[in-house]
């Protein structure tokens, strides 16, 4: 059974910086080829899509309120996700979400619904 665990979210002031990593546990090999992602939730708001990629691949797709600051991308095992968020905002605060085998496609990627397997998340919390 594949597993999912965040880390790396924590406290920290407007326009740092900091790197999320999701560490994908449960599978005997890489996890190349696959779709996976991150997602970002603020109580009381559906789940939005941060950025998206397939394990081993050369392209992403970003949320436009991310596009140039964040950076999505994986080990060179293919077995941890990373979001490098920089230049951060009072507006990326938010529960940060792994996500795995979802459809990186252009129409598909943003729904959070076709994304069956997640981790439990980790908060990000930027401050002035």
């Known amino acids: 059974q594949v597993r999912l665990q965040e880390s790396g979210g924590e406290s920290v002031q407007v326009g740092g910086s900091l790197r999320l990593s999701c560490r994908v546990s449960?599978?005997?090999?890489?996890?190349?080829?696959?779709?996976m992602g991150w997602f970002r939730q603020v109580a009381g708001k559906e789940r939005e899509a941060v950025a998206v990629t397939i394990i081993g691949g050369a392209t992403a797709n970003y949320a436009a309120s991310v596009a140039g600051r964040f950076t999505v991308s994986s080990d060179n095992a293919k077995t941890v996700l990373y979001l490098e968020m920089n230049d951060l905002k009072e507006d990326d605060s938010a529960m940060y979400f792994c996500?795995?085998?979802?459809?990186?496609?252009?129409?598909?990627?943003?729904?959070?619904?076709?994304?069956?397997?997640w981790g439990q998340g980790t908060q990000v919390t930027v401050s002035s």
């Open positions: 449960g599978y005997v090999y890489s996890y190349s080829g696959h779709c």
């Open positions: 996500a795995a085998d979802g459809n990186c496609g252009a129409g598909y990627w943003q729904r959070s619904e076709g994304f069956p397997i």
